[in-house]
Every structure is written in C-alpha cells, then in structure tokens.
C-alpha cells in the first residue's frame, strides 16, 4: 500500500542546533513529496514541495528537503533552528496515479530556548 | 480573501447523536478533502473529492458520510456509527488534476464526544 514513514516522533533540540527529521515514502511510481508545518494553533501550511528537477529544494524560514530517489527518501533539514520553529511537522505525497494525499504521522519538535 | 473556512471550530456531541462539519473553500478548487488528526497518528484520510457530486473513501471512512453538491461546499457527518469520533477534523483542497500542487488547509473543526 501506498505510504509515508516519519520515524521520529519527538524531537527536542537546543536554538542554533542542526535539524534533519526523516521521511520515507513508499514505491508507487513518480510521485511529488512536500512538507508541511502546524504551527501551535495554527492551521497547516507548506513549507516545500518537490515535484521534479533539482532534487534539493529550498523553501520558507530556512528549510531545506532533499529527494534521493534511490533510497525513496525526503529528509527535511535546517542548519541552526529557532524556538519559533516548535511545531509539527508532517511529510505528505501524491503519487501520479492517484489524486489522494497520503501524509506521515508528524514529528513534534520541541526547540528548548 | 481565498481560503477554507471550517465551522465551528469546536463541537461538542451527545453519545448517538450525527453530527456534521462544514467545510467551504473559495479558491475555486475542485478537489477537496477530510482528514482526522490524532496525537502520534498524523493525519488520516476519510474521505475525499475530485469533481461535484462524486466522493471516495479514505483510509478511515466507517461511521463517517460526505456530500459534494456544490464546488464550494464539502460537509462531513460524523454518525452514531463512528466509535471513537473524539478528535480534531481537518479540512483541504486543490487543484484537481495537476499532482504538484499543495493542497491548503482549514483551522479545523475540534469534535468531542461527551
């Protein structure tokens, strides 16, 4: 079946700590992967997506995802992370033969000040 | 201002008793979609929408019913039949056809069942 693995549950780090939170989809053909913040109280919103091309892709507030087809992996990361960057994260795909979005379980990252 | 607009934000339930979620969107999106958010779960699919007046079901949709008779509108009724309907319903849409696209979210309906 067709999925999304995001391994970390919790993630706490310190400000200015470097941040990679995993993500992992399954085989189903060419897909598109985006990642998405919920911010405490906030609705969802994107933060990148890749759909083809360069398979590093830049988005908002400094995150960074990268696409490695070979391992059917899009790991999202950021170089020194804020308290404000506290939120969930969730790492989602469509896949070209469906028009459904399958997202993972969410990463909660916890940024200590 | 374009958006989705989810109503009410919190919902309280009686144990037997149907209840339905509005969702409406102006962004003149054809696809719409719900989800259920729950702690650790991530968000779950229950149902979902390509075009007017056809839906299909999601990963979750037992104890749940959808209506798509209007481009804007896509309510969602949580019945009697749902056995743990306690949770946080999520509201989504966008462009129908093109895969590269995000979908845009609601702030979200809180459901509780007492």
């Known amino acids: 079946a067709q999925s999304v693995s995001q391994h970390n549950h919790h993630v706490i780090l310190s400000e200015a700590a470097s941040l990679e939170l995993g993500c992992n989809y399954s085989y189903g053909g060419t897909v598109n992967l985006f990642w998405y913040v919920q911010y405490p109280g906030q609705h969802l919103q994107l933060l990148l997506k890749?759909?083809?091309?360069?398979?590093l892709v830049k988005g908002i507030k400094g995150f960074e995802a990268e696409f490695i087809k070979s391992k059917f992996s899009f790991n999202l990361r950021k170089p020194s992370v804020q308290w404000s960057d506290t939120a969930e994260y969730f790492c989602?795909?469509?896949?070209?033969?469906?028009?459904?979005?399958?997202f993972g379980s969410g990463t909660r990252l916890s940024i200590r000040p | 201002d374009g958006g989705i607009t989810q109503s009410p934000k919190y919902l309280f339930r009686k144990e037997g008793q149907n209840v339905t979620l509005s969702c409406e969107q102006n962004l003149n999106h054809d696809a719409m979609y719900w989800y259920r958010q729950d702690p650790g779960q991530g968000l779950r699919l229950i149902y979902y929408s390509q075009i007017v007046n056809d839906f299909q079901k999601g990963d979750i949709a037992e104890g749940y019913s959808v209506s798509r008779e209007k481009k804007e509108s896509f309510p969602l009724t949580v019945t009697s039949a749902q056995k743990n309907p306690t949770a946080f319903y999520l509201c989504a849409s966008r462009v129908q056809g093109a895969r590269e696209t995000e979908a845009f979210f609601g702030q979200g309906t809180r459901l509780t069942v007492v």
């Open positions: 989602a795909v469509t896949y070209s033969s469906a028009s459904k979005i399958i």
């Open positions: 890749y759909f083809s091309g360069d398979p």
